[in-house]
């Protein structure tokens, strides 16, 4: 079975609107991180926002939040105001098995991807 | 450098051939990861370093392929035998142990197997 999930291969979106690209995981762990990433098509993957299992609040960085709903084992993107530098491809991933405090030493597991294109 | 550094950008060789790819992780991180990433595809974990020991070799897709960190900073891809599904793009990052595991990515090594 497929780790992580995102169902939308590609997203069109009108500069300045906001989008939301989704993430659904499987895990059996109680304690794991979920991750977004994005790779421009210079191709470095640029980490984007990070939420812990355990973290009671959606977390939020700048444009970005991740809207994180644990008993539908979803973890959605949003980002608002989008602008044409956010054209890339966007890769959800989760590590499983955290220490409590945070720490991991596992690895990271990524989904598909979701291609944004930003219309001007 | 401040950020993951990966050597060659690009690479051609023949089938059969041997090749190495480098990869120099931000100084001071303790946990250093291989990624590759087919063409339309997330990155598929290879192997994962914590220091100079490899702490999970299982994304290793069979024994053509090793890695090596002998001194807990660069890390060496090794691929013998080099086969035209080889080809992808090869991925380095690097995190410090203990953080909640932001990973930092290199450019890649864009490998391409004729």
């Known amino acids: 079975a497929q780790k992580i999930t995102q169902t939308q291969p590609g997203m069109f979106v009108q500069e300045k609107e906001a989008v939301t690209l989704d993430c659904t995981y499987d895990t059996s762990d109680q304690s794991y991180g979920l991750f977004w990433y994005k790779q421009p098509s210079s191709g470095e993957m640029i980490f984007l926002i990070y939420?812990?299992?355990?973290?009671?609040q959606n977390a939020t960085e700048g444009r970005y939040s991740l809207n994180f709903q644990k008993a539908r084992k979803s973890a959605n993107l949003v980002i608002s105001a989008s602008q044409l530098g956010d054209s890339a491809m966007y890769f959800c991933?989760?590590?499983?098995?955290?220490?409590?405090?945070?720490?991991?030493?596992?690895?990271?597991?990524f989904g598909k991807g979701t291609k944004l294109s930003v219309k001007p | 450098g401040a950020g993951v550094s990966q050597t060659p950008s690009n690479k051609v060789t023949e089938k059969g051939k041997y090749v190495e790819l480098r990869c120099d992780p931000i100084?001071?991180?303790?946990?250093l990861y291989w990624y590759r990433q087919s063409l339309g595809q997330g990155p598929e974990f290879l192997i994962y370093?914590?220091?100079?020991?490899?702490?999970?070799d299982s994304g290793l897709p069979n024994d053509r392929f090793f890695a090596v960190r002998p001194e807990g900073s660069v890390s060496t891809l090794k691929i013998q035998r080099t086969e035209r599904g080889d080809s992808a793009v090869y991925l380095c990052?690097?995190?410090?142990?203990?953080?909640?595991?932001?990973?930092?990515f290199g450019q890649g090594t864009r490998l391409t197997v004729v």
């Open positions: 370093f914590q220091g100079t020991g490899a702490a999970d």
């Open positions: 990052a690097s995190s410090l142990l203990g953080t909640g595991g932001e990973a930092f």
């Open positions: 100084s001071g991180h303790t946990a």
């Open positions: 991933a989760m590590r499983e098995g955290l220490f409590f405090n945070g720490g991991s030493q596992g690895n990271l597991i």
């Open positions: 939420q812990g299992s355990y973290d009671e």
